[in-house]
């Protein structure tokens, strides 16, 4: 009889339009990795229990997803360094009992810029929107990548400069700083949207002027279309936008990874991916 292939899913609430699934069945069949990947719709209260459940029928690996990143952080016995840093867990590896926590999300969009659109963060100047979990995440790997300057702004402002505060010890050479939205003028290369605007269908108060002189507006959302803030930040004078479906790959990617030990070749995966949201969009 054939052994049953390791079990992984993602969890989250909702979750049922995670594409991740459809992403880790397409490395598992490049790589010939056997492995399953489902997907768990975990009740608001019931994180932990899902957790432990799917730990009992002999789960290998989760990937979090919204709501339950804080908690995943706060269930691990063990955490990556990168998952401290982000005071989140967005990837779970189970073993003999034990929960190690890790969060690839700052690496996928990292990679993402870097390698499938060509932007150099070294001496770049560079823009975060957003204080919220999702900046958060992203803010160690960017800095990792030695940009001249980091920015962050936010809607509340002191929630940016708590978080440049909390890693102003990583900052080596950058010039970290946080800010207000309102106050910002041009002369940033690229500009992350880590808001939870774009989710809701909106732009941002922003001045025109802050994308003046960009080279890249990324968005990390993703959808069919470009998102309101992409538009409006090419038409405001952003070279290039670009959306965060190859976060998406890149995070899964990393977490294929850590789980297997094999790095899968992202980039026909990201193609498909993108055929498939235009296809839904029309
Ligand atoms: P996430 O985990 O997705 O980052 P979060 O922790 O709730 O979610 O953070 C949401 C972020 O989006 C915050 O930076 C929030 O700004 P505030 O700190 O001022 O609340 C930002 N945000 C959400 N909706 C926004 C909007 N319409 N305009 C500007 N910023 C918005």
Wanted: aromatic letters at 6%; charged letters at 15%.
């Amino acid at each position: 009889m054939a052994a049953t292939p390791d079990q992984y899913a993602v969890i989250g609430n909702p979750v049922a339009h995670s594409r991740s699934p459809w992403v880790h069945a397409a490395f598992a069949t490049q790589t010939g990795q056997a492995l399953e990947y489902g997907c768990i719709a975990a009740p608001l209260d019931g994180f932990a229990a899902a957790v432990a459940a799917f730990a009992a029928r002999g789960g290998r690996g989760l990937n979090v997803t919204v709501p339950f990143k804080l908690e995943a952080h706060a269930l691990a016995a063990g955490l990556s360094e990168r998952a401290r840093a982000a005071g989140a867990v967005n990837t779970m590896s189970l073993r003999e009992g034990r929960i190690e926590g890790d969060n690839t999300d700052g690496v996928g969009l990292v990679r993402d810029i870097e390698r499938n659109l060509g932007f150099a963060f070294e001496g770049r100047r560079v823009l975060l929107l957003g204080a919220g979990g999702a900046a958060r995440g992203v803010i160690l790997p960017i800095l990792e990548k030695r940009p001249a300057s980091l920015v962050i702004a936010n809607r509340t402002a002191e929630k940016a400069r708590a978080l440049a505060d909390a890693f102003s010890a990583q900052a080596c050479s950058a010039a970290l700083a946080g800010c207000s939205l309102d106050g910002l003028r041009g002369g940033y290369d690229l500009i992350v949207n880590a808001t939870a605007g774009s989710l809701q269908g909106e732009s941002l108060p922003l001045p025109a002027s802050a994308n003046a002189g960009c080279a890249l507006a990324y968005d990390m959302m993703y959808g069919a279309q470009p998102s309101a803030w992409m538009r409006a930040a090419l038409a405001q004078g952003a070279a290039r936008a670009a959306d965060g479906l190859g976060m998406l790959v890149e995070q899964a990617a990393e977490s294929f990874f850590v789980w297997r030990g094999v790095a899968p070749d992202t980039a026909p995966v990201l193609a498909a991916l993108r055929t498939q949201l235009a296809g839904e969009g029309k």
